[in-house]
């Protein structure tokens, strides 16, 4: 079993900057891949980015490619997303995700299995 906590979260202003970290319990973090999505009320679950277990592959959002950059340190179990020039419509909860280190991970939320609680980012104008 894994437990995923996110951490981070707050209320930045318009073009600031915040970084998100996952910390992992429970397994070693170097056995799964990883992700980030985000939510808003009434909205589904979308995607930011993904990062391979070593961390050298990395996928993002067409709309998040240039703004935000995740990484990992699996000595630490940790995951992070660095957040540059945030917009107000970056206002969401965020939540990191483990795949199962069985099944490839994309974009599709079903294809993780673990899931932290989420943390709240939001960006005023």
């Known amino acids: 079993q894994v437990q995923l906590v996110e951490s981070g979260g707050g209320l930045v202003q318009a073009g600031g900057s915040l970084r998100l970290s996952c910390t992992a319990s429970?397994?070693?973090?170097?056995?799964?891949?990883m992700g980030w999505f985000r939510q808003t009320p009434g909205q589904e679950r979308e995607f930011v980015a993904l990062?391979?277990?070593?961390?050298?592959?990395?996928d993002y959002a067409g709309s998040m490619k240039d703004r935000f950059t995740i990484s990992r340190d699996n000595a630490k179990n940790t995951m992070y997303l660095e957040m540059n020039n945030l917009k107000p419509e970056d206002t969401a909860l965020y939540f990191c995700?483990?795949?199962?280190?069985?099944?490839?991970?994309?974009?599709?939320?079903?294809?993780?299995?673990?899931w932290g609680q989420g943390t709240q980012v939001t960006v005023s104008s």
């Open positions: 429970g397994r070693n973090l170097a056995s799964f891949p």
């Open positions: 990062i391979s277990r070593s961390g050298e592959s990395t």
């Open positions: 995700a483990a795949g199962d280190g069985r099944t490839i991970v994309s974009s599709i939320p079903s294809s993780f299995r673990y």
